[in-house]
């Protein structure tokens, strides 16, 4: 599965993408929303493989996000599963190397990650799950269309919940 946008390439990660992104994720910028803080190599090797098992077992998940210009894995973006107030939920998230924030590229990214899974799987609908206080995440959810749904517990952490239709 390969996706191609004006600037990026979104792929199925492989294993052995574990070197270009550990370092994304021991970023202490990119991970300050996330409930599992930094993560060591062995932690972001777990990860991509979890991702790897989400394309087996549901066809769709995080995909490695390629800046076409570089060539360079600049993290990741896309579409997964997770329980949400009880439920499996379809989820939209990214995080991005910060020396390509500000760019439009998680935008971008995302926005290819929410068409892929509303044709190909047509999804009634996907949530974006944001932390309190991260603020570009927000900003990147209201520019892909979705609309403030609620505030819940995620993670053992308070969130807020943005949603999407599917417009057919």
């Given at each position: ?16 993408d ?67 107030d ?64 609620r ?18």
């Amino acid at each position: 599965m390969v996706i191609q946008t004006p600037r990026l390439i979104l792929r199925e990660f492989q294993p052995e993408d574990v070197q270009q992104l550990a370092p994304i994720l021991a970023h202490p910028q990119v991970m300050q929303f996330s409930s599992t803080g930094v993560l060591s190599v062995s932690e972001t090797a777990a990860k991509i493989q979890s991702f790897i098992q989400s394309y087996q077992h549901y066809g769709f998940g995080k995909w490695a996000v390629i800046h076409q210009a570089s060539n360079d894995l600049i993290g990741y973006c896309g579409i997964a599963i997770e329980q949400l107030d009880h439920r499996d939920e379809r989820e939209i998230g990214y995080r991005l190397n910060p020396a390509f924030w500000g760019q439009g590229l998680a935008t971008e990214a995302a926005s290819a990650a929410l068409q892929y899974g509303f044709k190909q799987f047509n999804f009634p609908y996907v949530l974006g799950i944001v932390e309190l206080g991260n603020h570009a995440s927000v900003n990147v959810l209201k520019k892909l269309g979705m609309h403030y749904q609620r505030r819940t517990r995620f993670h053992g952490g308070e969130v807020d919940v943005y949603c999407i239709e599917n417009a057919k």
